[in-house]
């Protein structure tokens, strides 16, 4: 089985500082790896993803994550926040649920807050 | 097109009711699913449609009922509801299964 883990599930933040929202999977298979933003009222949009390939993913608005499959870690990380970017952002991985399919398992999320 | 369009945007309904969300994808997605979130909670898989078929569906109440008419468009049909049905109701689509999926603005469903 698999599922996600949100280690965080408030982080405020100052302006202009860095910041870092972790998450951890777990996975006896190959993963696909997602962050999703939420903002109040709104669906959610992709971030970034990983599939394959790289390790370090670079996404949408600045932000990046790194996938570290020795420490089933998924964080996502941007060097200068901005107000906008106070939101909730949920990391999600695939769930191979049976004769070829496979769904999304979203963490249960973590809200950013950005301090003027 | 990279969007997915729900409609309405906002809906309130009695629990005597009977109405419809819908949900329209034109590109050229062949996995179509719905999600329910309730406040300060991730998303739940509802339905999975996959090649315009059903291939999950994660204990849903049968007041709840999907349809994909055809592989652009997906709906729920809601009747007799209650009020602790009310939800934002996500609609999303990936091009298959287990890839980066796209979500609509969702329909902010109230139940009265």
């Known amino acids: 089985a698999q599922s996600v883990t949100q280690l965080d599930s408030q982080v405020p933040v100052f302006e202009e500082a860095p910041v870092e929202l972790r998450c951890n999977y777990s996975?006896?298979?190959?993963?696909?790896l997602f962050w999703y933003v939420q903002y109040p009222n709104q669906g959610l949009q992709l971030l970034l993803k990983?599939?394959?390939?790289?390790?370090l993913v670079k996404g949408i608005n600045g932000f990046e994550a790194e996938f570290n499959k020795s420490q089933t870690s998924f964080h996502l990380r941007k060097p200068s926040v901005h107000i906008s970017d106070t939101a909730e952002y949920f990391c999600?991985?695939?769930?191979?649920?049976?004769?070829?399919?496979?769904?999304?398992?979203f963490g249960k999320g973590t809200k950013l807050s950005v301090i003027p | 097109d990279t969007e997915v369009t729900q409609t309405p945007k906002h809906l309130v309904m009695g629990m005597t009711n009977k109405k419809s969300l819908k949900c329209e994808q034109h590109?050229?997605?062949?996995?179509m699913y719905w999600y329910k979130q309730k406040a300060k909670k991730p998303p739940e898989l509802m339905f999975v449609y996959s090649y315009e078929k059903l291939s999950i569906n994660e204990s849903v109440p049968s007041r709840f009922s999907p349809e994909c008419p055809n592989s652009s468009l997906l709906n729920l049909h809601l009747h007799a509801l209650q009020p602790e049905d009310s939800a934002l109701y996500l609609c999303?689509?990936?091009?298959?299964?287990?890839?980066?999926?796209?979500f609509g603005q969702g329909t902010r469903l109230t139940v009265v």
């Open positions: 996975s006896s298979v190959s993963v696909y």
């Open positions: 990983y599939l394959s390939g790289s390790t």
């Open positions: 999600a991985v695939t769930l191979y649920s049976g004769a070829g399919s496979y769904q999304l398992t």
């Open positions: 590109m050229g997605h062949r996995a």
């Open positions: 999303a689509s990936s091009q298959n299964t287990g890839i980066e999926a796209f």
